[in-house]
């Protein structure tokens, strides 16, 4: 079975300043883990996935995460957020051949 | 022209209704996927399929049934709509070259039953 924890339904932030978005999942298996974005009344789109090789990824937007494989965590960064990333952030597992598992969300509020 | 569309995009209905959400693709994807979205519990997958003849049950498929009529098109159906079904339900797709993980969303039906 596999799961993920995201443990903050909301993070309020103002603009400029960094921001973690927090994720931990488990699996029984080796895993592939995801972030995905949802803009408001908008589908979800692919924001940065971890298959292997580096523990930090690089995203869209100038967001990153880092495979912490013993923390069993996927956290989500951005060193300097803009209004504009005010949205609902997504963390996803996927172990073996089944599909994608989600997090509840973060919504990150970006105040001017 | 949008690659994912659903249609209707908002839908209102009463208890006890049978209701089709319909999803189409003009990526050429081979893989489509069914969710539901809720407050507070995030995307809950309903129903997968890797090709038109593999089907598969997600974690909340009850209720639910599905039809991929074509790689292009995958149907969702509430045979019995009942208030719980209410929710904002996103059809996705992928792509076996890309992996099944970078997987594209419509924009969403909103569906309330009353």
């Known amino acids: 079975a596999q799961s993920v924890t995201q443990l903050d339904s909301q993070v309020p932030v103002f603009e400029e300043a960094p921001v973690e978005l927090r994720c931990n999942y488990s699996s029984s298996v080796s895993v592939y883990l995801f972030w995905y974005v949802q803009y408001p009344n908008q589908g979800l789109q692919l924001l940065l996935k971890?298959?292997?090789?580096?523990?930090l990824v690089k995203g869209i937007n100038g967001f990153e995460a880092e495979f912490n494989k013993s923390q069993t965590s996927f956290h989500l960064r951005k060193p300097s957020v803009h209004i504009s990333d005010t949205a609902e952030y997504f963390c996803a597992v996927r172990g073996g051949r089944r599909a994608l598992t989600f997090g509840s969300g973060t919504r990150l509020q970006v105040q001017p | 022209d949008a690659d994912v569309t659903q249609t209707p995009r908002n839908r209102i209905t009463k208890t006890g209704k049978r209701i089709m959400l319909e999803c189409s693709q003009t990526k050429g994807h081979d893989r489509m996927y069914w969710y539901r979205q809720d407050p507070g519990l995030g995307l809950r997958l309903i129903y997968y399929?890797?090709?038109?003849?593999?089907?598969n049950k997600g974690e909340i498929s009850d209720g639910y049934s599905v039809s991929r009529q074509a790689q292009a098109k995958f149907s969702l159906s509430l045979e019995s709509a009942i208030p719980n079904q209410t929710a904002l339900y996103f059809c996705?797709?992928?792509?076996?070259?890309?992996?099944?993980?970078?997987?594209?969303f419509g924009p969403g039906t909103r569906l309330t039953v009353l």
């Open positions: 399929s890797f090709d038109v003849k593999d089907i």
């Open positions: 971890y298959l292997s090789g580096s523990t």
């Open positions: 996705a797709t992928s792509d076996l070259l890309q992996g099944p993980d970078t997987q594209y």
